[in-house]
C-alpha cells in the first residue's frame, strides 16, 4: 500500500509536521492559560496566532552563540539530531489511507528505533556542553530513556499480537471492528505514559527541570539552535500523539469525515491531553521516577503482554 | 493514582471558569483612591500653592528624587522656585506625602505615565501642579498656621485668639 503521489504526501507530511508542530507554541500557550484561568497570548493577530510568527522571526534573528568551553562540533550537531529523528518517525505514520511516505512492514519498530536514537540528541548535548547542569540533565534523560523505552516497546506489542503486523497500516486496519484502546486498555495507558517520558513532558521533564537545573541539557543552546530543541519537543508531542491514535483509536477511521480529518481530531484530542498534563501535575523526584519505571509500569507491561498472549492462543 | 486523575479533572474544569485577566488597555483595573500613582502638588481653596518650600519631601525620599528650591514673595511667603521630581527614580512609596505638613504633595490613582525619552520623565512644577486641592479640601496652610506673614498678623488665623500682652496687667 504506496501513496499514488509519493512525492506529494513527503511534502504534504513533513509540511503538515513541522506547520503543527510551530503552531503548537501558539496552542500550548493557550491552552495552558485556558485551563490557568488565563487568555495566553491574544493580541498579536486574530486570537493571538501570529504569535507563532513572532516567535518564529525573534528566534531567527537571536545571535546563535556557541560558548568557547563547548565541544563544537558535537554542540551543533546534537540539536539536529532530534529533529531528524522525529521527522524520521513521521515516514511510517499513516495519517489516512494510502497517505503515508512509507509503510514499512515493521513501521513500528523503525518507530522505536527512532525514538531511541533521538535520546542521543539529549545526551549529546548535555555531553558537549561541558556544563554540569547540562551533564545532569543529559544524564536523567539517558536514565529516564533507558527505563521508559523498555515498557514503551512492550507496551506496544500487545496490539501486534493482536493485529498481526508490525506495520502500522495494517495495525490500523486490523481495527476496523474494535479500537485497540477497548482490548489494550492498560497497553494504552502504558504508551502514554511512556510516550509522555520520551517527550520529556511535564511529569517527565526531570532533565530540563528549570527549578533544579536551569534548563538541563540545552541550558548553553540560544537561537535557531535552541529552537531546534523546541521544535523537536514540540514534534515528538505530534509524534507521540499521532501514535497513540494510529495504535490504539484507529488512526483514520471514523464516520462521515474523511480520514485525514478523523486523525487530525485524534492527535490534536491526546496533544491537548498533553498539554492538560502539563498544566495540572507537578514533577516527581528522579528517584521516584525511576522505581515507578522499573517497579510498575515493567511488571504491568510483561503482564499486560502476557494476558494478551494467552488471549490470542486461547481464541485460536 | 486516584488523585492524580482527579487532579488532571479539576484542571481541566478550570475551562469553564471565569478568566482573572484584566484585559488592560480597553478595561481599566479598579485603583483604590488611596492608590500611589503619580504625584501632585494640590493648590489651597482660594488658588494659591500649598508647597511652602520646606524640604521636607526631598529629605524623606528614599531614592532622592525630588528637588527643590525656596523662595519668599513680597509676604514673607515662602514657596519653591522650582519643583522638580524625577520619576525614573520615583518608587512611589508615598513617603513624600507623608512627610508634607501642608498636604500639598499627594499621590495620585494613576500609572499611565509612560515616556519614550527618559528627559520626558522629569516633571517641573508646571507639571505637577494641580488646579484643584487634592485629598483634603478645604485644608489652606496659611489660615491655620501660627506663622506671621504678609495680609495676616499675629492672631488673625481661623481659631486663633489675639494675642495676649503678658505685660500688661490690666483685667
Known sequence: MTSPYPLLSIVGIVMGA?????????VERRLLALWQDRYGPNRTGPFGLLQVVADAIKI??????IP????TPVFIVAPAIIFVTVLMSFAVIPVAPGIVVSDLNIGLLFFLGMSSVGVYSVVLAGWSSNNKYSLVGGMRAAAQMLSYEVFMGLSVMGVVLLSGSFSLGTIVEAQKKVWFVVPQFPGFVLFLIAGLA??????????????ELIAGYHSEYSGMKFGMFFVG?????????????????GGWLGPVLPGLLWFLIKTFLFIAFFILLRAALPRPRFDQLMSWGWKVMLPLALANLLLTGAAVIIRR | MLSILRTIWFVFLHAFQKRVTVQYPEEKPYLAPRYRGRIILSRDPDGGERCVACNLCAVACPVGCIALQATEDEHGRRYPEFF?????????????????????????????????????????????LIDGQGKHPGYNYWRVAGVQIGGKDKGQAEHEA???????LLP
Not at chain 1, 233 to 249: H, K, N, P, Q, R
Open chain 1, 68 to 71: 568557547p568551553f563547548v565541544d
Open chain 2, 84 to 128: 522638580r521630581i524625577n520619576f525614573s527614580r520615583c518608587i512611589f512609596c508615598g513617603w513624600c506625602e507623608e512627610a508634607c505638613p501642608t498636604y500639598a504633595i499627594q499621590l495620585t490613582p494613576d500609572f499611565e505615565m509612560a515616556e519614550f525619552h527618559r528627559q520626558s520623565l522629569v516633571y517641573e512644577k508646571e507639571d505637577l
Open chain 1, 60 to 65: 531567527f534573528m537571536k545571535e546563535d552563540w
Open chain 1, 233 to 249: 519537543e514540540y514534534m515528538g508531542i505530534t509524534l507521540i500523539s499521532g501514535m497513540i491514535a494510529v495504535l490504539f483509536f
Open chain 1, 198 to 211: 520520551e517527550t520529556r513532558r511535564i511529569p517527565f521533564d526531570l532533565p530540563e527541570a528549570e527549578s
Open chain 2, 162 to 168: 489675639p494675642p495676649v500682652d503678658v505685660h500688661t
Open chain 1, 18 to 26: 513541522l506547520t503543527i508542530a510551530a503552531s503548537l507554541i501558539w
